[in-house]
């Protein structure tokens, strides 16, 4: 097998399996090749975006950090789609929830995502293109979801460009929408995933609240990753 060199990645043709999940810490990624697959070898640490192959329940898994913003997830999927035929990446991340329902430690399943960011102008569309998850990836999440009975939510999410918003009432519209929570990452894997004819999902763990003000601890924010990171690998072995 021969090495690709991509501008931010460079590893075997065959480094990664079909699926990539994807944290935005690298790590994140790190620990979940420590602690979840077996054999793990590290196939590329450009700029220290670990990523690692091993198997998990005897499958060929990726797991590779993302960056955070669309643009680096951007990046990392459309090399990962394109030059290393990966068919499946799931985000795995946090976010910020903006209903009262959606509370600290619950998932969210991101069906949808919303976004403030002008990423789907390459694409010169006629209107606005809706981005969404990858229907198969989504319902094999939640079967895993209700198999470990998470507390979980399925529905639109808002990926933003920005973490400090000088507009202090841009949540206000997306709540009204309905939209779950807040991350930076989904629309732009969404699209990428899209384009190539591939697969993604974002699964989350809610962090904080902007309506309530409730931040989790280090501790439990650790706790509800993995309960993510679990969900996200038992999707991995259940789908081809
Ligand atoms: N905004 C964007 N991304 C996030 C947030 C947030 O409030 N919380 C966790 N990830």
Redesign the pocket.
Known sequence: MSVITTPHINAEADAFGKTVLMPGDPLRSKFIAENYLENAQLVNNIRGIQGYTGTYKGKKISVMASGMGMPTIGIYSYELFNFFRVENIMRI????A?QEKVKVRDIVIGMGACTDSNYASQYKLSGTFAPIASYPLMRAAIEQAEKVNAAFHVGNI?S?D??YSDNKDANEGWKKMGVL????EAAALYMNAARCGKNALAI?T???S?VTGEETTAEERQNSFTQMMEIALNTAVSID
């Open positions: 991340g946090s976010t910020g903006i808002l933003s920005t973490f929570c807040i991350e930076m989350l809610v962090s904080d902007l």
